[in-house]
């Protein structure tokens, strides 16, 4: 019996993990324990672990981790504190391989943890590029300290054989995101603003916009541009989900709460829609405003254009449905101008994903489940020899 364990630290990371949690469970040759930290037990964010306990997992372990405080210090020692308790869960459970999705800072004091407990990860999304972001040094990091890499493209793919990952443990899976959109059972028009109590016409925005870590500017102006560009389409309703709690992002709340209670009627303030809501508003407003990733990866699947704000995401592989602004509010402005717009949106319609294979969910759980372990021990550097072949 092969024990698996997931680690997960938002709502949005589990979204995209959990189906492949419940297609291990189901296995005869599998036990999953769940590893819950950050957000997920902050009553702020939703308490959301207990959907995770609602979805049927009956090893969930709970892993304390301070608020950041929105400060980068306060972020160091919540990581720290999460360390020690992924430590100790880790030398609990003993399992054969640890799932790690992305580039969170709660991911690398997890994979860390591993490393030194000598429990060999499985990274999801390794090799992807976030120019704006610490992510992207994070995500790089967990990389090495991974025994087996599920990438998005096969772009990806070559860049972490590039950084010495042997080829044979490195395999292109897709996105598990993109394929969650297209096979989850999603909600009607109808049933999604029953839920939300907000309404969704022709021409409405899904906003979700982050701190960018590595960006110089005052992140709270930033945010006001983006504010003062969505007050230039008054007749759009606009659904605007939480930032993450990188530093900055209690700034980034407190803004966006105050702009919205101004504005009723028009503008809506949920802090996470979970997977399901997320993917159904997809298929409900004319356009995703922000910067995020999934307005990168999953959003081009659903044919609707993506209004990418700033350097957060800046190297990342996009679909030309992606229209890519600066920071002030005219850039942003009239990119949304465009998104909205009957070129804007034909467009998007016609572009392919490159973040789409048809069976990214049967290839990851595959290699999770039947990789053998003992091909996953240590590693050599795996030298390109000619970097020309490998262009």
């Known amino acids: 019996m092969r024990k698996i364990a997931i680690a997960t630290g938002t709502r949005a990371d589990w979204g995209l993990l959990s189906g492949i949690a419940r297609s291990l469970r189901s296995r005869e040759d599998c036990t999953v324990a769940v590893l819950a930290t950050n957000m997920h037990l902050h009553e702020s964010y939703g308490f959301t672990v207990d959907e995770i306990v609602a979805d049927g997992f009956t090893d969930v372990r709970r892993v304390p981790m301070p608020d950041t405080g929105g400060t980068p210090v306060g972020t160091v020692e919540s990581m720290a504190e999460c360390m020690s308790g992924m430590a100790r869960e880790l030398d609990s459970i003993r399992p054969d391989l640890l799932v790690i999705l992305g580039d969170r800072f709660e991911m690398l004091a997890t994979?860390?943890?591993?490393?030194?407990?000598?429990?060999?990860?499985?990274?999801?999304?390794?090799?992807?590029?976030?120019?704006?972001?610490?992510?992207?040094?994070?995500?790089?990091?967990?990389?090495?300290?991974?025994?087996?890499?599920?990438?998005?493209?096969?772009?990806?793919?070559?860049?972490?054989?590039?950084?010495?990952?042997?080829?044979?443990?490195?395999?292109?899976?897709?996105?598990?995101?993109?394929?969650?959109?297209?096979?989850?059972?999603?909600m009607s028009r109808e049933e999604l603003e029953r839920s939300i109590s907000f309404s969704l016409p022709e021409g409405s925005l899904l906003v979700t916009y982050h701190p960018a870590t590595l960006d110089d500017g005052d992140a709270a102006e930033r945010c006001r541009a983006l504010l003062g560009a969505l007050d230039r389409f008054p007749d759009s309703h606009i659904l605007i989900t939480y930032p993450n709690n990188d530093s900055d992002g209690k700034v980034i709340i407190d803004l966006i709460e105050k702009y919205a209670a101004t504005r009723r009627g028009r503008v809506c303030v949920i802090p996470s829609l979970g997977k399901i809501r997320y993917l159904s508003a997809l298929r409900c407003v004319g356009a995703v405003v922000g910067n995020s990733s999934s307005g990168i990866i999953e959003v081009p699947s659903t044919g609707i254009p993506t209004v990418d704000i700033g350097i957060r995401q800046q190297g990342?592989?996009?679909?030309?449905?992606?229209?890519?602004?600066?920071?002030?509010?005219?850039?942003?402005?009239?990119?949304?101008?465009?998104?909205?717009?009957?070129?804007?949106?034909?467009?998007?319609?016609?572009?392919?994903n490159p973040y789409a294979k048809p069976d990214t969910l049967g290839i990851i759980v595959k290699a999770i489940a039947e990789t053998p372990i003992e091909s996953l021990g240590a590693k050599k550097f795996y030298d390109i020899i000619d970097p020309e072949m490998h262009n």
């Open 111 to 186: 994979a860390t943890a591993a490393l030194m407990l000598r429990v060999p990860v499985v990274h999801l999304h390794g090799g992807e590029i976030s120019e704006g972001a610490v992510d992207d040094s994070i995500r790089h990091a967990i990389t090495k300290m991974s025994a087996l890499h599920l990438t998005a493209t096969e772009p990806y793919r070559q860049r972490v054989i590039a950084m010495g990952e042997a080829p044979e443990r490195v395999i292109n899976t897709g996105s598990i995101g993109v394929y969650n959109l297209m096979h989850e059972q999603l």
């Open 316 to 352: 990342r592989l996009c679909s030309a449905s992606v229209i890519h602004c600066g920071d002030s509010e005219e850039e942003i402005a009239g990119a949304i101008r465009f998104a909205l717009s009957a070129a804007g949106q034909a467009e998007a319609k016609s572009c392919n």
